[in-house]
């Protein structure tokens, strides 16, 4: 019986001289082989990395430049990128920016872990800033901190603290310690004898280097607690004030809690210790393990100037066990950073009810506070630690209006505190040593401009929490205390109350998320 493959013309089977048979198994071969290889190296064509393509640009004449790129880029950890439309935040993207149709504006994001940007996607300049400096790369390295997956949580966390004040940290035990968390507190506050805290024991690290160590102290103390059995014990490293000094602690493998309650540079002054702590603050903020915060919406947009970091607020809220009474018709003046005998001399001209704190006490109690009709502030900062306590005790607050203040600040150098020149050297400065991140809002360090002044000073705590009162003049002050009566008071001491209380609890659920800790019998 003849074979049918033999009507089949050899021409085209005939592979190498091989025979019909052997060519077509061959043929059929090498067809599943090519096939084979195809389905493999497609899927890995598309997964091959994208191009790594810089994108930092400069603005021209005021006019945001754009590019567009036919590539993914991929946005290392750390990097600032535009995240999805939302909601605009106040100065953070000009009017000139280029939002894509029907999308509102964008809000910038700071990446905590390679993203990648997908092709022709519209970059405003200078919002994406690619790659590390040598620097960044340095400390990178040095921290090693991994930054993809987050440390496992423990029922009792333990936290460490050696901060230079002793409210700070106070008021965050108050709200964790009946949660199961430990503190390991050493104090080098000058106060630390109040709450006996005072640092027992610590390395290195002192009351005279504590606030700005130098960087052969820095190695040190992450030498000699490289393996302290104390600090193996440690989950979490608070920085409150300083914030910076979670410096130290970036080669110890913690977790890293930087929270500012004054200006985030406190101890790094000069340009390059500053800017070494923008480098080494973007690196914390890019390792998911870490939190960066500030107790205070100033604070906040301040950190978010200088880095285009977008901390949490943590706002030092407390409970107090006294409340407001407000039995004596006195308003006491908190103290002022210094004296002013001039605006004594108007205040009581507006009404004998005002009297100084230390004028009516030696020593007080947070009762004898709670037994007057209010306090009244001419505030020497924008965040201070005194005014949580008295907001949740319910005790009336008195304030100047932003712009009455910058008219009492500029004609008698009142809020002494707000910059860390003007605390370091006595002058008012006219700008910041480094150039803001975002460059849209007034320099917050430019104390001898008024705009500059009223548009960050509405961030202070005393316009930030409800129910102040605010008084845009002398005769305006006159004329509230003229018209309030005792229910009056009262009524806005329960509202403060009523609000501290939601603050609190508000304020503990997050500490309850970011701490990675669960309530337990």
């Not at 091959?48 to 754009?66: A, S």
């Amino acid at each position: 019986m003849q074979d049918v493959s033999d009507n089949v013309p050899r021409c085209h089977l005939n592979f190498w001289g091989l025979e019909p048979r052997v060519g077509l198994g061959v043929g059929l071969l090498l067809l599943f082989v090519f096939t084979l290889f195809q389905m493999l190296t497609v899927p890995w064509q598309q997964a091959v990395e994208p191009e790594r393509i810089p994108l930092r640009l400069v603005p021209e004449e005021n006019k945001w430049q754009q590019q567009t790129t036919n590539k993914e880029v991929v946005l290392p950890a750390g990097a600032v990128k535009i995240a999805e439309p939302m909601a605009p935040i106040k100065g953070v993207v000009p009017a000139e920016a280029v939002a894509p149709a029907e999308a509102g504006v964008f809000a910038e994001a700071v990446v905590l872990a390679e993203a990648v940007v997908p092709a022709q996607t519209v970059v405003p300049a200078e919002v994406v800033v690619l790659g590390k400096t040598a620097k960044q790369e340095e400390a990178a390295a040095a921290h090693a901190i991994s930054s993809t997956a987050p440390l496992a949580p423990r029922a009792r966390p333990v936290v460490w603290s050696n901060d230079f004040h002793i409210a700070t940290i106070g008021n965050v035990k108050a709200l964790l310690q009946p949660l199961g968390v430990k503190f390991i507190d050493k104090s080098l506050s000058g106060h630390c004898h109040l709450t006996k805290t005072c640092a027992t024991n610590l390395k290195v690290l002192n009351f005279n280097n504590g606030v700005t160590p130098s960087a052969k102290e820095k190695k040190e103390f992450a030498r000699v607690y490289a393996d302290d059995s104390e600090m193996s014990e440690v989950d979490v490293a608070m920085c409150f004030h300083p914030a910076a000094m979670c410096e130290i602690f970036m080669p110890l493998h913690k977790r890293l809690f930087v929270i500012a309650t004054t200006r985030y540079e406190f101890g790094r002054y000069s340009p390059s210790e500053w800017q070494e702590w923008n480098d080494n603050l973007l690196i914390i903020a890019g390792d998911k393990n870490n939190v960066v915060a500030a107790n205070n919406v100033y604070d906040q947009y301040y950190i978010q100037y200088f880095t285009g970091i977008q901390p949490i607020l943590l706002p030092s809220v407390v409970e107090m066990a006294e409340k407001y009474s407000g039995t004596s018709p006195d308003i006491v003046v908190a103290a002022m950073h210094p004296e002013q005998p001039a605006l004594w001399r108007f205040l009581k001209g507006v009404s004998p009810q005002f009297r100084g704190l230390r004028e009516k006490y030696k020593f007080y109690s947070y009762k004898h506070l709670c037994e007057n009709t209010a306090i009244l502030h001419l505030p020497y900062q924008v965040s201070i630690m005194s005014l949580y306590e008295q907001y949740a005790m319910g005790i009336p607050i008195l304030v100047p209006g932003p712009r009455f203040l910058w008219e009492l600040h500029d004609r008698y150098d009142l809020v002494t505190e707000r910059t860390w020149h003007r605390v370091r050297t006595g002058q008012r400065p006219k700008g910041s040593v480094l150039p803001g991140w975002n460059t849209t809002d007034p320099d917050p360090n430019d104390d001898r401009n008024g705009t500059a002044f009223q548009h960050w000073v509405q961030y202070a705590d005393f316009y930030q929490l409800p129910h102040i009162i605010r008084f845009n003049s002398w005769d305006d002050l006159r004329e509230i205390l003229r018209v309030k009566r005792r229910e009056d008071w009262l009524a806005i001491s329960a509202n403060m109350r009523r609000r501290n209380e939601q603050l609190v609890k508000e304020t503990t659920d997050m500490w309850k998320t970011l701490m990675r800790i669960r309530d337990f019998d």
